[in-house]
């Protein structure tokens, strides 16, 4: 599917508003220790271009920390929303966006199944999209 531009979203108090105004990447699932401890359960996301994500309201209540040595993730300081996954780097120009704070109909379908190796054991992996043990070479 092809989502309809600007795609809105919202933490669940709904203080942090942004919007997507550009084409989205693909939307995937990881299933590694860092994104279920992060989320309950695997992460599910779209990759858009960092310049694409535009903060509507509630700038004041976002909050980033570092995740590993290499990316940091982006909450709600009120509700504690996961919201966003990048890179650590100051340019990096990629952010991944929560599927679950989307606004209905996202018109996204996921692509791919990433660190299924590391998935929980109280879930299957979803089929209908390929699996990879790491990253997608």
Same mark, same amino acid.
């Given at each position: 599917?092809?989502?309809?531009?600007?795609?809105?979203?919202?933490?669940?108090?709904?203080?942090?508003?942004?919007?997507?105004?550009?084409?989205?990447?693909?939307?995937?699932?990881?299933?590694?220790?860092?994104?279920?401890?992060?989320? #309950?359960? !695997?992460? =599910?996301?779209?990759?858009?271009?960092?310049? %694409?994500?535009?903060?509507? =309201? #509630?700038?004041?209540?976002?909050?980033? !920390?570092?995740?590993?040595?290499?990316?940091?993730?982006?909450?709600?300081?009120?509700?504690?929303?996961?919201?966003?996954?990048?890179?650590?780097?100051? %340019?990096?120009?990629?952010?991944?966006?929560?599927? #679950?704070?989307? %606004?209905?109909?996202?018109?996204? %379908?996921?692509?791919?199944?990433?660190?299924?190796?590391?998935?929980?054991?109280?879930?299957?992996?979803?089929?209908?999209?390929?699996?990879?043990?790491?990253?997608?070479?």
């Amino acid at each position: 599917m092809t989502p309809a531009l600007p795609l809105g979203g919202h933490c669940l108090c709904g203080d942090v508003r942004f919007e997507i105004r550009g084409a989205p990447g693909p939307a995937g699932a990881c299933h590694c220790e860092s994104c279920r401890r992060w989320s #309950g359960t !695997y992460w =599910s996301s779209v990759n858009i271009a960092q310049s %694409d994500l535009v903060l509507t =309201s #509630g700038e004041a209540s976002l909050a980033w !920390y570092p995740s590993s040595e290499h990316a940091e993730r982006g909450f709600c300081l009120l509700c504690g929303s996961s919201l966003f996954w990048r890179l650590s780097a100051a %340019d990096s120009e990629r952010v991944a966006v929560a599927i #679950g704070a989307l %606004d209905l109909p996202t018109g996204l %379908d996921l692509s791919a199944h990433i660190f299924t190796g590391e998935a929980g054991d109280t879930y299957e992996v979803p089929q209908g999209a390929p699996h990879h043990e790491g990253f997608p070479q």
